[in-house]
């Protein structure tokens, strides 16, 4: 099917939203602990709907055709459509979405979050109808628990939002920011197992409480002193904290050979920390660096080291 249906006559909707890596607090955000989660707003998901097509359509890399027949992977997005179209009390035919990502693939960068927030954003902005945020994660999270099993919603949230936010047990709130690091993240190449990693790290707290437990309140404290470091530009001592936050996540079983190695490899390279991000077994990692200049030797070194792909980010330079 050609684009010619998003050319009408008709008003067509616009939404936007983008990647995200967790800083710190990931997995034990899901026991109730605090996490810090940031959005990539220089990597961006883009959706577009229109009226027009003969029958509702969607278009996207993964994926073209009628959005009846959507893939398994992206169940979650058509819940979420349909959810938010019941929301708005519409009931359209031939809704037309083309799906444009910068956000790759269970990498823990949140692309399925981010979708389905651009997706939601579209239709609100096609209907001509105020979003608010409470509203956004709702729907959101429709897709979020099709695609995750048990999502906190951390990703719900960091990818629509427009600062870092804190979150813990469904609340969430912007963080002030004076931090003047400049953080790398990097792809191992190896798919995520976000789904796994949270069933089997269960299992072993239903198993092993005594054991597992303090770790996680552990982390839970590591992620308050981060937020205090990121307020108070203090980037040496939020790299000992990711460093540690990386050797917890790692004894519960979360890291990998793979992110071992970029860890390793960026702390060799000057990093001030670095950690796995997300939920882990693959995906991607993040270190911090004192500027622009340390942040690109550490890029190259963990593209040296076999990571598929790096990206920069720095607050001042954040297109939010
Ligand atoms: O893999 P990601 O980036 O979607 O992050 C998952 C974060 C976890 O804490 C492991 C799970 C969750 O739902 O918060």
């Not at 809704?95 to 981010?114: D, K, N, Q, Y």
């Not at 702390?267 to 670095?274: T, V």
């Not at 077994?281 to 076999?306: K, N």
Request: glycine fraction near 10%; hydrophobic fraction near 45%; charged fraction near 25%.
């Amino acid at each position: 099917m050609e684009r010619e249906h998003l050319k009408p006559l008709f008003h067509a909707g616009h939404g936007v939203a983008c990647g995200k890596f967790i800083l710190i607090g990931e997995h034990s955000v899901v026991y109730g602990e605090p996490a810090i989660a940031m959005p990539l707003h220089s990597v961006r998901m883009s959706a577009r709907v229109a009226h027009g097509a003969p029958e509702h359509w969607f278009e996207s890399e993964l994926y073209q055709g009628p959005l009846a027949r959507l893939p398994a992977p992206l169940a979650g997005v058509k819940a979420a459509i349909e959810a938010c179209l019941e929301e708005l009390g519409e009931r359209p035919e031939g809704l037309h979405f083309i799906i444009e990502s910068e956000v790759p693939t269970e990498r823990g960068m949140g692309s399925s979050a981010a979708v389905a927030g651009a997706v939601v954003r579209a239709l609100f902005d096609l209907y001509r109808r105020p979003l608010d945020r409470d509203t956004l994660f709702a729907l959101v999270q429709v897709s979020e628990r099709i695609a995750h099993g048990n999502p906190s919603g951390l990703d719900a949230v960091a990818t629509s939002a427009a600062a870092p936010i804190h979150f813990q047990r469904g609340e969430f709130r912007d963080l002030p920011i004076a931090l003047t690091g400049v953080f790398v993240i990097a792809d191992t190449g190896v798919k995520g197992g976000t789904r796994q990693t949270v069933a089997d790290l269960g299992a072993r707290f239903a198993a092993e409480r005594s054991e597992v437990e303090p770790r996680i309140l552990r982390l839970g404290r590591l992620t308050e002193e981060a937020r205090v470091c990121l307020a108070d530009d203090r980037p040496a001592r939020l790299g000992e904290l990711m460093n540690e936050a990386h050797a917890q996540l790692a004894t519960l079983d979360i890291s990998s050979p793979e992110l071992d190695r970029l860890v390793e490899a960026a702390l060799a390279h000057g990093a001030l920390g670095a950690k796995l991000t997300g939920g882990g077994r693959g995906g991607c990692m993040v270190a911090l660096c004192t500027d622009a200049e340390a942040a690109s030797v550490v890029a190259e070194a963990l593209l040296a080291s076999g990571a598929r792909q790096t990206w920069i980010h720095r607050f001042e330079e954040d297109p939010a």
